[in-house]
């Protein structure tokens, strides 16, 4: 609104006396300048047209009676559209959040009321297409003869500069949020940190610096690092740290040096440091991450005495030959042991492939490359047999070989342990060979104690008392197992010597399952047990030793009538499967424990709680041996509580011919196991 006293009058326009003009200074921070129009009138209206910021007169009344080119630009009227109307009303009629901006509110019209300069930022005008920018304005009163004459508005659109000032709280935001994220960072770090400056002065340390190192972080600020230092080290310490600026690189943790650092109270500890040079307002920080290794110094120690008196133990067994091979075969260490037994000494056999140690005839089967296949796969492979020494002489061993890997699974080599079993074998054989001998002692009074007693009970007269007929029936039986025995004895005896002769011929298995099944099954009734018989309809025939076979699964058979429960299921099951015969038989009783299975099939070794039954131990040994004998296997299936499964598999064709040193077919000969 005009100021109601001077309102109507007029003279010759000049600034109030007590304000600067705005006519000729586009500064809205600074004194309008004054400037003589009568002097220069063509100079000030080309400055009126040059500046940048909007330049508005007003009349006493608020309306618009000069517009600049940069205002009419910047309030999208034309000087002529702008002439003649209120510029509150046009530019300034709302606030920023669109709320009416009230005229006695407003900055502009206050110099009518208060004849003085008024400043405002942070405003906002508004164009013609009722779009809105943000404005700083000033202003300020025209008198003429002490006489309100009107008003001049120098107005500057600041958005930019208010994007710029955004921009940079926002980089000043972020940068306080990194610096408390790196502050954060490094006082949750686990090892202590330490930042010094190109003079080596510490300039920030973390908690754990202070607790490593029994130093307050304000008793380390502004020290020279070597603080840190052991006093002996600490010359050194300062060439290194110029040579170190004057070529400053990221040092990784575990750079091979042998470090040490000092605490407050004089005591050392091994560290490991990591240096990463950094730029921070253009000048050149370390940081520093100390580790203590004083615990891993002491596991590489104990370790290290570890492996020295493993190696020791090693280098001094007698006994043993222990050695390490690389993943193909080839030696890479040697003891003492292996050298008493080989004959080599460690610098002749370093690096040769340990099939020097192997027959001929092993080497050219293969047998080495498929023990180390068998380590790799199932992470060992245990052999008995023949090797040779250096000088040629052969020796009957027992070995086992391991498979090495890493933490990552690698295969990185493997141990190798022999033992000379010689002797043993020796022992064996003797052994073997008096059980043969005592066997068939044994075999003929067995024979004529069984002939007695089948005559007598055969012509045995009616009345006889049936206490002695018993005690006549009880000899008869246990002449019988005795026989059994002595039998399985002479052909266990015979397997392991390698001497049994298969007698191969086309034979119906079918035919030879269901003799089998007959032969066990008075012994299955005894104990209300059923016999589950599953053939093929048609006959299934391969090349066997009809005899043997049979008494492999009779064995087989007995064991499940042994060990099933009473009243419970025997099963039979024949099949052809994937180019091989196999013959399963199965029980129903208490199965067999995982850690047991391995030895059951050992010559007199029974089963964990199988006190109650009667048996030798020999008829598992025995069909196995049978069941390799004709090119197959043995194999078990079994858990406590869910009975046992035996599978015999023969190879689908018949078994393999076996060849006499000429070259020419014959019967099959071999050794269990």
């Not at 002529?80 to 009230?102: M, W």
């Not at 943000?134 to 025209?142: A, L």
């Not at 240096?275 to 580790?291: K, M, N, Q, Y």
């Amino acid at each position: 609104m005009p100021h109601p006293r001077l309102s109507g009058r007029s003279a010759t326009l000049e600034p109030a006396r007590d304000e600067p003009s705005a006519a000729t200074n586009t500064d809205p921070n600074a004194p309008l300048g004054h400037a003589s129009a009568e002097r220069h009138p063509a100079q000030q209206a080309l400055i009126l047209q040059a500046v940048g910021e909007g330049i508005v007169g007003l009349d006493p009344a608020g309306a618009v009676t000069f517009a600049n080119p940069a205002a009419a630009a910047m309030t999208g009227y034309a000087p002529e559209d702008l002439s003649g109307r209120s510029f509150h009303a046009l530019v300034h009629h709302h606030h920023a959040d669109g709320t009416p901006y009230a005229e006695q509110d407003c900055p502009i019209l206050a110099v009518y009321r208060d004849l003085a300069v008024h400043r405002a930022s942070g405003d906002v005008f508004w164009r013609r297409d009722g779009t809105s920018f943000p404005v700083e304005y000033v202003g300020t009163p025209m008198v003429a003869d002490d006489a309100l004459v009107g008003a001049v508005v120098l107005f500057r659109d600041i958005r930019e500069r208010l994007e710029a000032e955004a921009h940079q709280r926002d980089l000043l935001r972020r940068a306080e949020t990194a610096e408390a994220r790196f502050r954060t960072l490094l006082e949750s770090a686990p090892d202590p940190i330490v930042i010094t400056d190109r003079r080596g002065e510490i300039v920030l340390v973390n908690r754990q610096a202070e607790f490593a190192f029994g130093y307050t972080r304000e008793a380390l600020q502004g020290q020279p690092i070597e603080v840190l230092v052991p006093p002996r080290f600490r010359q050194g310490h300062v060439a290194h740290r110029h040579h170190y600026y004057a070529h400053a690189r990221t040092r990784p943790m575990g750079a091979g040096l042998d470090l040490s650092a000092q605490r407050r109270d004089g005591s050392e500890f091994p560290t490991e440091i990591s240096l990463s040079p950094v730029e921070s307002d253009g000048e050149l920080l370390v940081i520093s991450v100390i580790r203590d290794i004083t615990e891993r110094h002491r596991a590489a120690e104990a370790l290290r005495e570890s492996e020295e008196r493993f190696r020791l133990l090693v280098q001094n067994v007698q006994d043993y030959a222990i050695f390490l091979l690389t993943p193909d075969g080839h030696v890479a260490s040697w003891n003492s042991g292996a050298q008493r037994l080989l004959g080599y000494d460690e610098a002749t056999i370093v690096g040769q492939h340990f099939t020097h140690f192997y027959p001929p005839e092993d080497v050219a089967a293969g047998k080495p490359q498929e023990e180390l296949r068998v380590a790799a796969a199932e992470g060992r492979c245990a052999d008995e047999g023949r090797r040779l020494r250096q000088d040629g002489s052969e020796f009957w061993a027992n070995t086992i070989l391991t498979a090495l890997r890493d933490p990552q699974g690698r295969l990185r080599g493997f141990a190798k342990v022999t033992r000379d079993v010689t002797a043993r074998r020796e022992l064996e054989r003797q052994k073997d060979e008096f059980v043969a001998n005592v066997s068939h002692d044994l075999r003929t009074p067995l024979g004529a104690i069984t002939m007695s007693i089948g005559a007598v009970l055969a012509h045995a007269p009616p009345d006889l008392p049936p206490p002695l007929r018993r005690l006549l029936v009880n000899i008869d039986l246990a002449s019988a197992r005795m026989a059994r025995l002595v039998d399985d004895l002479l052909e266990l005896t015979r397997l392991q010597a390698g001497r049994v002769q298969l007698r191969l011929e086309r034979t119906d298995l079918c035919a030879l399952a269901r003799r089998a099944a007959d032969a066990i099954e008075p012994l299955a009734e005894a104990k209300r047990q059923r016999l589950d018989l599953d053939l093929p309809p048609s006959p299934l025939r391969s090349s066997v030793d009809a005899e043997r076979l049979e008494r492999a699964l009779i064995n087989l058979l007995a064991n499940a009538q042994k060990y099933g429960r009473e009243g419970g299921r025997i099963g039979l099951r024949l099949r052809r499967r994937a180019g091989e015969i196999s013959i399963a038989v199965s029980d129903d009783g208490p199965g067999i424990p995982a850690e047991e299975q391995a030895r059951i099939f050992n010559r007199f070794y029974r089963a964990a709680g199988t006190a109650g039954n009667e048996g030798s131990g020999l008829g598992l040994p025995i069909a196995r041996g049978m069941a390799e004998l004709h090119g197959g296997r043995l194999e078990v299936e079994s858990a406590p509580g869910r009975g046992s499964t035996f599978t015999i598999a023969l190879p689908l064709k018949g078994t393999r011919e076996a060849t006499t040193a000429s070259g020419q077919p014959t019967t099959r000969k071999g050794a269990a196991g």
